[in-house]
């Protein structure tokens, strides 16, 4: 008999995937060119050519015994080190190899955060809409995941409801900017007030309360908008980062973990995070793929195919009287449903159009439109979204 979790997770498979199932069977049935398939946020523009040039070059001239070999937990100190000084040189920070481990992609390096600061019954409050890995993530160490609700004006957090939920149990803050699913990016002064409340708590409890900064999406900010650098704002941040989207590899599953030189305990946090690696079973972040990206800190995927979409996808729904919030950042676009978010989702199949429910991100009144898709996907894909704001009356503007 295997574990109650985990036989739980296996019944319910998460909707997402269910809709990657979907867009399978509707394109064996209608072809793929005529399924819209904006369910996954995969990236759909390939790595730039300085990985491949990296790779091949390294494959052919590090010796394979250093190349693919074990190496401490947090990773080699000369990426780390590149690493800062990149980090350094963009937001002015003041970071070494001393502050960074090399993980397995964010979702490894938020499993070995969690791991370091969690207590089992420990309260972690993250906002709504979040990814929903997150609950998963923390009960991996017995922690509770509690979602503040959303602020349905701008999707910025709602920092009153937050204040209210930050009581003495909550151990950590999950944020993720910019966001999976709105597009929003947290601004200066959204940071500036969470840190406030969040130094203001710490003094009136006496324990520490973690800052998570989940930042898969960092570098896909479109015209210039700024994301702000989180350990700025609040001494207590951690910082997860990945090559996931800025350079088109997911599937290498690279990333690492920043904690600053201000954590509290730092010697003994950041030991316990390089442990953490460890212990988790990943051991080290995979060899090649850090000294690949650690060449490429300066390449990125070239974000005017996103932009392109981004506009063409908002301009497009707006047009047929949907209401969006126009994204700052990542690939996504989050519509308001004129009814029912489930409901909509099952009359958009109709019209072979798969978007995700608002509800798989705790905020169920929306859907998420991933655009990391060929620009004809959403060309094409017009004609049923104008059917469905059609059959449910939307004004055109
Ligand atoms: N966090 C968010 C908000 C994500 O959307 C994703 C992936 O889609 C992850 C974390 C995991 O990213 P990675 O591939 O780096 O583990």
Redesign the pocket.
């Given at each position: 008999m295997i574990s109650k979790t985990m036989s739980r997770l296996a019944g319910n498979n998460s909707a997402i995937r269910a809709m990657f199932e979907e867009g399978n069977r509707l394109a064996a049935l209608y072809g793929r060119e005529n399924v819209y398939d904006f369910s996954l946020?995969n990236p759909n523009f390939p790595a730039p050519d300085a990985v491949k040039d990296a790779a091949t070059d390294i494959l052919e001239t590090v010796d394979p015994m250093s190349l693919h070999g074990y190496m401490s937990n947090a990773g080699y100190d000369f990426v780390r080190k590149a690493i800062a000084d990149n980090l350094n040189g963009r937001f002015g920070t003041d970071f070494s190899e001393k502050n960074i481990i090399m993980t397995v992609?964010?979702?490894?390096g938020?499993n070995v955060i969690l791991k370091t600061v969690l207590d089992p019954g420990d309260e972690v409050l993250t906002f709504a809409p979040y990814?929903l890995?997150y609950g998963n993530y923390v009960s991996n160490f017995g922690g509770v995941l509690k979602a503040v609700a959303p602020n349905t004006e701008t999707f910025q957090p709602n920092l009153d409801a937050f204040r209210e939920m930050l009581s003495p149990s909550v151990k950590a803050v999950i944020i993720?900017t910019p966001n999976?699913p709105t597009g929003v990016v947290y601004s200066d002064a959204t940071l500036r007030a969470l840190g406030d409340i969040m130094r203001e708590k710490e003094s009136e409890y006496g324990h520490e309360i973690y800052l998570i900064s989940?930042e898969?999406y960092r570098e896909l900010a479109y015209e210039g908008v700024e994301v702000p650098y989180v350990t700025k704002y609040y001494d207590n941040t951690f910082i997860g980062y990945?090559w996931?989207k800025s350079l088109s590899l997911?599937g290498e599953?690279i990333?690492y973990v920043v904690i600053p030189s201000e954590m509290a305990d730092f010697n003994t946090t950041f030991e316990a995070a390089s442990i953490a690696n460890r212990v988790l079973g990943f051991v080290n972040a995979p060899s090649l793929q850090q000294r690949i990206v650690a060449r490429c800190l300066d390449s990125k995927t070239d974000l005017s195919g996103y932009d392109d979409n981004r506009r063409t996808l908002y301009n497009g729904l707006t047009e047929r009287g949907f209401e969006c919030v126009f994204p700052q950042g990542a690939f996504y676009l989050w519509m308001k449903t004129p009814v029912d978010d489930k409901e909509f989702v099952q009359a958009a199949k109709e019209y072979n159009i798969l978007v995700v429910p608002g509800s798989s991100f705790a905020c169920p009144g929306y859907v998420r439109i991933a655009y990391c898709v060929a620009k004809s996907t959403i060309v094409n894909s017009m004609e049923g979204f104008g059917r469905l704001a059609e059959k449910y009356g939307l004004k055109k503007v």
């Open positions: 946020g992609g964010a979702a490894g938020l990814f890995e993720n999976n989940d898969p990945s996931s997911p599953r990333g």
